[in-house]
């Protein structure tokens, strides 16, 4: 089992940043790959981003390109996700999730959840 710890989130105006911490144990944390959703109020889950076990490559959903950020320490066993130029519609709850492939379309691990609300 892998027990995923996210935290960060908060209120924050249109265009200021936020950085979301996701804090992982129970199994070796370089073995999975990572993966950050989100989930807006009458909306079903999306994805954002995710980063390979190395960290050596991430891949973004459009809407967030240029602005977010994903990045792991696997020293720290922390996943990270940078959030720039937030807009109103990036108000979610912010989850991150674990799995051992990188193109996993069903992760197998889940935190509970950070809120991220934008004020315009």
Same mark, same amino acid.
């Given at each position: 089992?892998?027990?995923?710890?996210e935290?960060?989130?908060?209120?924050?105006?249109?265009?200021?940043?936020?950085?979301?911490?996701?804090?992982?144990?129970?199994?070796?944390?370089?073995?999975y790959?990572?993966?950050?959703?989100?989930?807006?109020?009458?909306?079903? =889950?999306?994805?954002?981003?995710?980063?390979? =076990?190395?960290?050596?490559?991430?891949?973004?959903?459009?809407?967030?390109?240029?602005?977010?950020?994903?990045?792991?320490?696997?020293?720290k066993?922390?996943?990270?996700?940078?959030?720039?130029?937030?807009?109103?519609?990036?108000?979610?709850?912010?989850?991150?999730?674990?799995?051992?492939?990188?193109?996993?379309?069903?992760?197998?691990?889940?935190?509970?959840?950070?809120?991220?609300?934008?004020?315009?």
């Open positions: 089992q892998v027990q995923l710890v935290s960060g989130g908060g209120l924050v105006q249109a265009g200021g940043s936020l950085r979301l911490s996701c804090a992982a144990s129970g199994r070796t944390f370089s073995n790959a990572m993966g950050w959703f989100r989930q807006a109020p009458g909306k079903e =889950r999306e994805f954002v981003a995710r980063t390979s =076990r190395s960290g050596l490559s991430t891949y973004y959903t459009d809407s967030v390109k240029g602005r977010f950020a994903i990045s792991r320490d696997n020293a066993d922390t996943v990270y996700l940078q959030m720039n130029s937030l807009k109103p519609e990036d108000t979610a709850v912010y989850y991150c999730a674990a799995d051992r492939n990188y193109d996993a379309s069903v992760y197998n691990y889940w935190g509970q959840g950070t809120q991220v609300t934008v004020s315009s």
